[in-house]
């Protein structure tokens, strides 16, 4: 009977020859008869090594076979074989080791320059396979209808800039509206700067060479002139906001005062109008933008515009243009920013210093917040369709750019139960002209380029990288309890701003609504509560998962400083961590640990003499953090610091502190590797594969005491990518195998990693060397780069080869671009900066090595750079290596061209 794993075709390019194969209406079977010679078949006899056409295959999937046709037009049986393998058609065999350890899976070769001869079945196993999918990626289908995504939103972008580039007019300002010189210039200009166009580029240095010829007198036009001075942050504009401020001050409308029918609003020009939400709102912008900056705005104009915020809010939540008026969207978005940028610059809302001490707790609440009042207003009437409740056209983009002002302000990412941002992109990139790249005008009000600068404020702003959420949780009586301090994360978020030099942005997850995704949004996830915590299965469930693709939590516990104490939060937050982290301990970090020192050194003394910060060990790295005393409370007094307030210095120590730790977590956590809003999240998706069916690859990850636990989960995470990406059948053992003969029965690819050093006993190394006589691989990967293990393994594997055995694989091996594989000549090698806090990269082949005798290769490969760390979590950013996706193209290549060898 004929052989099919005899057939072994000289392949050069596997594309061209599968389309050939699909052509002629063939596919290998699953499982064919062993005969040691393909001369003289005849035609019924190769029809054994295929499916017939339609046949359906172990899983009860359809597959392609061999048509009658297709084997009349090949001829004799034995040139069919040949024309078979000159298409690159290698039929699949029984593989000569199986998953049941059959007698003949061992023990068949002992000369070391045929030991991988032996195995000419494995590499008809994965030929077709590896055609497969050369033929998936090069002829991939787009979806009909693809979701907006950071790259759509970016080329509008680009389309909107290029536009306002070419009205820029030749004194380097646009068209002005009537009575706001420089205003319509301040806009345009301020659009182009959130979009990422350099201070530096010749369009901004004309425009801001035209602006600084102004010194406006029009609330509209001295906040927009003020908003850009701020985001350009030249220091020589300094003294030019500084006049800004002081005109926008002694505008604003005073109690008893004249107009007195507005006090805390502004008008539109000096000495004309009572007043309007619309002016005081750009007027509120421009002071916090400018306080931001470090200029002194005095707190009663931010009490002011609060009260005058509040008096205006109707019994609904909503605000409105006319006081009598009904609400509408823009003028509801237009309260909510304003209330939250006044109130952030007060920072006396919820924990206050006093005397030398911080008191976190025990202040006055009012029992309706005009913020949570106006998000659940604009939930109830959300469309990015128009402006909600109002018949006025032509205030539709000056609603988007207010939106998009609620939504980064608030930290939600939902509002009600629309995703704000998504919706409003997909709305607005829609619009945009598809020749000029203009967004059209809406009237009078909203001429293109206003049209054009609000849509692009709305898609760049709106788009800042989140760095950290906080979680809603509890019962509705209890809300509160999931943020004490509303305003501490927005403070700390504007501190990493500023010593990062970027523009980012926070959310808030509700756990009763929150999915999956919602969570991969961001890299830090902020636990705070005083009662324990009570969430569902399934929300346990997703927080597990987060972990698991490289999300941190951070629990603080709202207790000390006049709140209560820790213990019942603290006794759930160890019960959950559990739940969360197979084997969880809760431990005092280190003193080396970077949440100490990564952005700014921190003496953990400075909140308490016995305050310390704890941590659960997970996917190498610290995954879980606890604080038993409130940092949020310290963090929303930041802007105390900043602006340099005369406070106790023992305070100042401890806001200090808390912010620094706050910084540390979030660098150490990113590395200052951010997502953009839209950009899709890399997913390891755990999917079970098949284990002990006869023909499927199996690996195993080898039980070495070497502190490989914490990375448990790399090798089948490998095997799920792998079989993912390149359709080769692999398996991988739920659990490490034991360093015996009966266990590596059946073993294809041995995995072994470690942190530590190891020794292995002669008999074990005898061991080693039959499973690598026998064809076995050896796949050594050093977790984190740990040099102690790296020496252990070489070590052990010259015990066993000889010395000098390992050596580095040249760039350009084989191993390096593996036909039906990846190209390995361009991966990301990642390495942290000795104190954690970012990465610095370099595009490089990868460092491995192999084992060679006499010239030949052996099964062993090699990485001191980790592998291991990247392969159990996406987030291994702290470990000198690769990507999950890097490192999963190097396991694969490497398991492709052993198997084939």
């Not at 205003?183 to 602006?211: E, F, H, P, W």
């Not at 002071?287 to 109707?314: C, H, M, N, S």
């Not at 209560?564 to 959950?576: D, I, M, T, Y």
């Amino acid at each position: 009977m004929i052989t099919c794993r005899r057939i072994d075709g000289a392949v050069t390019s596997l594309a061209t020859k599968w389309r050939q194969h699909l052509a002629w209406g063939v596919s290998p079977r699953t499982e064919t008869n062993p005969d040691p010679s393909p001369e003289g078949a005849t035609q019924s006899q190769v029809l054994q090594c295929y499916r017939p056409l339609g046949a359906n295959d172990a899983n009860g999937s359809k597959v392609l076979g061999l048509t009658p046709q297709a084997v009349k037009s090949f001829g004799p049986a034995k040139h069919v074989l040949v024309r078979l393998a000159a298409l690159g058609i290698a039929p699949r065999v029984r593989g000569q080791r199986d998953a049941r350890g059959d007698a003949h899976s061992v023990k068949q070769f002992r000369n070391p320059s045929r030991r991988w001869l032996t195995h000419q079945a494995k590499r008809c196993r994965i030929f077709g396979a590896v055609a497969l999918f050369l033929l998936a990626f090069a002829f991939s289908p787009n979806p009909a209808h693809a979701d907006i995504d950071a790259a759509s939103v970016q080329r509008s972008i680009d389309r909107g800039v290029a536009y306002l580039r070419k009205m820029q007019n030749d004194v380097g300002g646009w068209e002005e509206f009537n009575g706001q010189p420089c205003g319509m210039s301040a806009l345009c200009t301020l659009a182009m700067l959130n979009c990422g166009v350099s201070k530096d580029d010749q369009d901004i240095v004309r425009a801001m060479r035209y602006l600084r010829t102004f010194e406006p007198d029009q609330t509209y036009s001295v906040a927009l002139q003020t908003l850009v001075y701020c985001q350009l942050g030249a220091a020589g504009d300094l003294p030019r906001i500084r006049r800004n401020v002081q005109w926008l001050v002694e505008e604003q409308i005073d109690a008893g005062g004249r107009f007195n029918t507005n006090p805390g609003g502004w008008t539109y020009n000096r000495g004309q109008g009572s007043g309007d939400p619309s002016n005081s709102q750009f007027a509120v912008l421009a002071l916090g933008a400018a306080a931001d900056r470090g200029i002194e705005v005095e707190p009663e104009t931010f009490q002011r515009a609060i009260a005058y915020w509040t008096d205006r809010q109707k019994g609904s939540g909503g605000w409105s243009y006319q006081k009598r008026g009904d609400p509408t969207g823009s003028m509801t978005c237009a309260g909510i920013a304003s209330v939250i940028i006044a109130r952030g610059r007060l920072s006396d809302s919820s924990s206050k210093v006093v005397g030398d001490n911080i008191q976190c707790c025990g202040g006055e609440q009012s029992e309706k917040d005009p913020v949570e009042e106006g998000l659940n207003w604009l939930a109830r009437n959300f469309t990015v369709q128009g402006n909600p409740s109002s018949d006025n056209k032509m205030t539709y983009f000056y609603y988007l750019y207010a939106l998009e002002r609620v939504g980064r302000l608030s930290g939600r990412r939902f509002i009600g139960n629309h995703d704000w941002y998504r919706e409003g992109a997909e709305r607005i990139v829609a619009l945009q002209d598809d020749f000029q790249g203009f967004w059209p005008s809406t009237g009078p009000l909203e001429p293109v380029n206003v049209t054009t600068s609000f849509s692009l404020l709305f898609l760049s702003k709106g788009k800042r990288q989140v760095v950290a959420a906080r979680l809603q949780h509890g019962k509705d009586d209890a809300k509160s309890d999931w943020q004490q301090h509303p305003d501490g994360l927005r403070q700390l978020v504007r501190q990493v701003e500023r010593d990062w030099r970027r523009d980012l942005t926070f959310q808030t997850i509700d756990s009763k609504t929150a999915k999956f995704a919602d969570l991969l949004q961001t890299p830090v996830l902020i636990i705070s509560g005083s009662r324990p915590l009570e969430f569902t299965d399934d929300f346990v469930e997703q927080l597990r998962s987060y972990i698991d693709q490289g999300g941190t939590i951070f629990f603080e516990s709202d207790s000390g400083d006049g709140c209560g104490p820790a213990g019942p939060f603290a006794r759930s937050v160890q019960k959950l961590s559990q739940r969360l982290v197979d084997d969880a301990v809760m431990e005092k970090l280190p003193p080396d640990h970077p949440v100490w020192f990564a952005e700014r050194k921190v003496a953990p003394a400075a909140i308490d003499k016995d305050f310390w910060m704890y941590g659960v060990q997970a996917c190498c790295r610290t995954s879980i953090f606890f604080s038993p005393r409130s940092l949020s409370c310290r963090w929303e007094l930041a802007d105390l610091v900043f602006r340099r307030q005369p406070i106790a210095e023992p305070a100042k120590e401890q806001i200090k502190a808390a912010v620094g730790i706050g910084e540390n977590m979030i660098a150490y956590a990113t590395g200052r590797e951010l997502k953009d809003k839209l950009e899709s999240r890399f997913v390891i998706e755990g999917s079970e594969l098949p284990e002990g069916r006869r023909g499927v690859n199996q690996l195993a990850t080898l039980a070495v005491d070497a502190g490989g636990q914490e990375a448990r989960r790399a090798l089948r995470n490998a095997a799920t990518l792998i079989a993912a990406r390149v359709p080769v059948d692999v398996s991988a053992a739920a659990a490490p195998v034991k360093l015996a003969r009966e266990e590596l029965i059946g073993v294809d690819v041995l995995w072994v990693h470690g942190r530590t050093e190891f020794q292995w006993t002669r008999s074990e190394r005898e061991l080693i060397a039959e499973y690598l006589d026998d064809g076995g691989v050896i796949l050594g990967s050093a977790i984190c780069g740990e040099d102690a293990f790296a020496k252990s393994f070489r070590r052990e594997i010259e015990f066993i080869l000889g010395d000098g055995s390992l050596k580095p694989v040249p760039p350009d091996h084989a191993v390096m671009n593996v036909p039906g594989s990846f190209d390995l000549t361009g991966v990301t090698i990642r390495t942290p900066s000795p104190r954690g806090e970012s990465v610095s990269k370099r595009i490089a082949v990868p460092q491995l090595e192999m084992a060679q005798t006499d010239g030949e290769v052996i099964g062993v490969f090699f990485s001191p750079l980790d592998l291991s760390c990247a392969l159990e979590s996406p987030n291994s950013i702290q470990c000198p290596g690769y990507s999950t996706e890097d490192a999963a193209k190097i396991v694969a290549n490497l398991v492709v061209f052993s198997l084939q060898q």
